[in-house]
């Protein structure tokens, strides 16, 4: 069964970080490219980083670059997001995905908020 759990969302003051974790589970996660989206209330869900499944190639979409820190543990099965000097509009709903090779296999994990306050 197929699991992708993600945790460390919170409510944080602006300029404060947190530090979300996925736990995978079920699937052969060092050959799966993963990657962090968000959705904020009333918007469309949005890429925020990607990582390669050897962790060699990593990409931040321009608002959170130099602010986000994707990464990953293959021996540990968990994929991170690193989130220093939050602000307000990085709220949103965090969500871990996982795409196998070819884009064959697509799986989410349910979610964690992050809030973050002015």
């Known amino acids: 069964q197929v699991q992708l759990v993600e945790s460390g969302g919170g409510l944080v003051q602006t300029g404060g970080s947190l530090r979300l974790s996925c736990a995978a589970s079920g699937f052969p996660f060092s050959t799966y490219a993963m990657a962090w989206y968000r959705q904020a209330p009333g918007k469309e869900r949005e890429l925020v980083a990607a990582?390669?499944?050897?962790?060699?190639?990593?990409n931040h979409v321009p608002s959170v670059k130099g602010r986000f820190t994707i990464s990953r543990d293959n021996d540990k099965n968990t994929l991170y997001l690193q989130m220093n000097s939050l602000k307000p509009e990085d709220t949103a709903v965090y969500y871990c995905n996982a795409v196998s090779k070819g884009d064959v296999d697509d799986y989410w994990g349910q979610g964690t908020q992050v809030t973050v306050s002015s």
């Open positions: 990582i390669s499944a050897a962790a060699t190639i990593t």
